[in-house]
């Protein structure tokens, strides 16, 4: 009688230890504003030698439950929260940021000359995130900066100075150029195109010497063009064709 109960038994016992052990436990998601969302995964961390199913290795060694303080990547560096265990030795540095953090394109919104594009991925497989941040970048949303302040070694400058990278000067490399219509009712429109006098003239002969990169130029006439303002600087007959001769080659008549 006994003997018959007692697989059974022992099957159950089984059955509610592994039960235990197949508890999901969920990831947890820390919202961060600088540098998006990290994903804390205990299913992966459980798994691994020396914690495999032992959660007071870190609760509450590491972590307090009942206390939720926040920890800065300086708290980690010494040996605080993540940092305890990802130190270069146990597990990979904190020092590799984007294994946590996202790390996508970035596109900044320039009213004047359209969106510019920062792929994250084309700079990582040069340089480590500590080259910019916190040096250059705070990670989060930056003030705006100059192109002037770029030609002074701020931001992108620091580096694209035409010895590390091409230089800031290379506009087109970042800013997106297309070819723009002046609608012009009395003579017929008119296309400035960027391809043309970007193959001969570096952007920094034009902007912002004659023109103001931006939509909001005003017109100007053909008689103030003829006194040297705005395409009468290079189309003096000197430079270029002049514009008090040749219209057909600007207006479509």
């Known amino acids: 009688m006994k003997s018959r109960w007692t697989l059974p038994i022992i099957t159950l016992a089984i059955l509610?230890?592994?039960a235990a052990f197949a508890v999901d436990i969920p990831d947890v998601t820390f919202k961060t504003r600088e540098v998006g969302t990290v994903i804390f995964s205990h299913k992966f961390h459980i798994k691994q030698k020396g914690l495999k199913d032992?959660?007071?290795s870190c609760h509450k060694a590491i972590y307090d439950?009942?206390?939720k303080v926040p920890f800065t990547m300086a708290d980690m560096k010494k040996g605080k929260s993540c940092g305890a265990c990802h130190d270069g030795k146990k597990a990979f540095g904190i020092a590799q940021c984007v294994r946590c953090h996202p790390a996508g394109n970035v596109i900044f919104k320039v009213k004047e000359t359209g969106p510019v594009l920062f792929r994250h991925d084309n700079h990582l497989a040069i340089y480590a995130c500590r080259s910019c941040h916190t040096k250059l970048y705070e990670a989060g949303p930056n003030k705006r900066t100059t192109m002037a302040q770029m030609e002074k070694g701020k931001s992108c400058g620091a580096c694209h100075?035409?010895?590390?990278?091409f230089s800031a000067g290379e506009c087109i490399?970042?800013?997106p150029v297309k070819e723009i219509e002046f609608k012009i009712?009395?003579?017929g429109n008119v296309t400035f195109s960027h391809t043309a006098h970007t193959g001969m003239y570096p952007c920094g002969e034009c902007h912002d010497k004659l023109y103001l990169p931006s939509s909001g130029n005003k017109r100007i006439s053909m008689s103030d063009m003829e006194k040297g303002k705005s395409c009468g600087a290079c189309h003096d007959a000197g430079s270029a064709?002049?514009?008090k001769e040749n219209c057909d080659k600007c207006h479509k008549m």
Not at 161 to 165: I, Q, R, S, V
């Open 173 to 175: 490399k970042c800013h």
């Open 65 to 67: 439950l009942r206390k």
């Open 16 to 18: 509610i230890r592994s």
């Open 241 to 243: 064709f002049t514009v």
């Open 54 to 56: 032992n959660c007071k």
């Open 185 to 187: 009712k009395e003579v």
């Open 161 to 165: 100075n035409g010895k590390n990278a």
